[in-house]
């Protein structure tokens, strides 16, 4: 082994050091040479290729978010069995929220699962993918001007 290659393996022995005590998203991510989240030029792309997921993609299931969520989640929706679900505008300012039923208190990404996993019944996206965070750019961009924190005494 060369002088040189001596003098480095300190280096590479803390590079590896590192990255094995990375948490498994980032070690994932910089193993892989990307972040966790897709590069886009705007939040304004974000937000429209979050629109395009919401209407079109099914998530390996049976359904799109469109499919219940009318216009967009703009108005008032329909659930296949006929039931009505409001709509989506503000949707983010209700978030985090408490659930009785559940006891527990979950995020909008969780609801967002959730409903992939239940309502379309396809597989929900890794919550630090691309498509994951597109959808909860588009859901927080129709809470525009809405008011935060309402559920909170």
Same mark, same amino acid.
């Given at each position: 082994?060369?002088? /040189? @290659?001596? /003098?480095? %393996?300190?280096? %590479? ?11 498994? +998203?980032?070690?994932?991510? *910089?193993?892989?040479?990307? @972040?966790? $989240?897709?590069?886009?030029? =705007? ?12 209407? @079109? ?5 049976? /359904?799109?978010?469109? *499919?219940?969520? =009318?216009?967009?989640?703009? *108005?008032?929706? $329909?659930?296949?069995?006929?039931? +009505?679900?409001? =709509?989506? #505008?503000? !949707? ?5 929220? &408490? !659930?009785?039923?559940? +006891?527990? !208190? ?7 699962? +959730? ?16 498509? #994951?965070?597109? %959808?909860?750019?588009?859901?927080? =961009? %129709? @809470?525009?001007?809405? !008011? #935060?924190?309402?559920? &909170?005494?």
């Amino acid at each position: 082994m060369s002088n /040189r @290659s001596l /003098r480095l %393996l300190p280096f %590479l022995a803390a590079a590896a050091l590192a990255v094995w005590l990375l948490p498994p +998203h980032l070690a994932r991510a *910089t193993s892989a040479g990307g @972040s966790p $989240t897709a590069e886009v030029a =705007s939040m304004d792309q974000a937000v429209q290729q979050g629109a395009e997921i919401f209407a @079109s993609d099914k998530f390996g299931g049976v /359904r799109t978010c469109a *499919t219940c969520h =009318s216009n967009g989640g703009r *108005t008032e929706g $329909t659930l296949p069995g006929g039931g +009505h679900i409001p =709509s989506l #505008m503000g !949707v983010a300012a209700l978030f985090p929220k &408490f !659930v009785p039923q559940k +006891h527990r !208190v979950i995020t909008l990404e969780q609801q967002l699962a +959730h409903c992939i996993q239940g309502g379309i019944q396809g597989k929900p996206p890794a919550s630090d993918s691309p498509e #994951m965070v597109d %959808l909860i750019a588009y859901l927080t =961009s %129709l @809470s525009k001007g809405a !008011v #935060m924190g309402t559920q &909170f005494k």
